[in-house]
C-alpha cells in the first residue's frame, strides 16, 4: 500500500513530487547509512562486453558500477571537469573519480542529508567533493563544466526542460551530457522532444532495456536479503518497488515493452 500511495502522490503536481522525492531520498539517507550501500541504480549487464578491471572492494557492486562505466565512457573524460547531478549515495561518483582520471569530479545532490552521507563516504578521494543543490537550478556558473553526467535521476525532476537548460548552460562549448535514465508509459516522446529543444546535438543513443533487466534479475537475491535484513516490514513493499525488484511495477514495465531504458550522449554546440 506504501509504495502505490507514494507513486500516487508522485503524480499530483510538479513541486509535490519534487518534494516527495526529497522526502524518500531524505529518509534513505538519515535511516539507512550502511557503508556498503553506496549505489542505488538499476544496474547494467552486458553478456558481451570485456569484463572492468575492478579493485577486490568494488566487486560487490559490478552490475551497479557497470551502469556508472557504460554511461560515462561513452566519452574520455580523462583531465576534464565532471559534475554528476543527482549523485545519491555517492558510488557512482567515487567510481569515476578514481577509475577514469578525470581533473575533478563534482556530485551535485538535492538531498542534504545524502550529500553529508557522501562527505562522510567518500571525504578521502581528493579529486572528488560534493555540493547541495537543485537540478532545475545549478549552483554553478556559465561553461563551468566539461562533462555533465546524470545516471537513473532525472525522471524524479519535475521540469525536464529546466534541467536541460541548465546542463546546457554550466557545460562549456563543445562539452558532453552523457545521460541514462528509464521512461515508462509511454513518456519517453517527451523526453526526445525536450533533448530536441536545446542547443545540445545528438552524438549517440542506444535502447539499453536488456541489459538493465539482466542486472536486475542478477542482483535481484542480493536486493530481497538486504530489504528482508534492513527495512522494516511496513516498508518493505516500497523498498521494492524502489529498486526495480521482480514482480514490481517498474521491472514489468520493463520486461513488458511499456518502459524503456536509453543511454546517450549529447554534445553542446559551439555556437
Known sequence: MLARFFVFLLSLSPRMKKEGWLWWYQSLAKGHREGNWRYMNYGFSDPNAHPIPLEEEDEIDRPLIQLYHHTATQHNIEGLRVLEVGCGRGGGASYVARYLNPS????????????????????????????????????????????????????????????????????????????????????????????????????????????ILNALDGINERKEGAITSYVPPFFRNAFRAFSATKGTFVYKALTDGSGIYISCMLQKKNH
Open 104 to 211: 575533478s569530479v563534482v556530485g551535485l545532490d538535492l538531498s542534504p542529508q545524502a550529500i553529508s552521507l557522501c562527505e562522510d563516504f567518500h571525504h578521502h578521494i581528493s579529486n572528488l567533493s560534493f555540493v547541495q543543490g537543485d537540478a532545475e537550478d545549478l549552483p554553478f556558473d556559465d561553461a563551468s563544466f566539461d562533462v555533465v553526467l546524470n545516471v537513473e535521476s532525472s525522471h524524479c525532476y519535475p521540469h525536464m526542460d529546466r534541467f536541460l537548460s541548465e546542463v546546457q548552460r554550466v557545460l562549456r562549448p563543445g562539452g558532453r551530457f552523457l545521460y541514462c535514465d528509464l521512461r515508462l508509459n509511454g513518456a519517453l516522446p517527451q523526453l526526445e522532444e525536450a533533448l530536441a529543444r536545446i542547443n545540445l546535438e545528438s552524438v549517440q543513443r542506444e535502447d539499453i532495456t536488456p541489459h
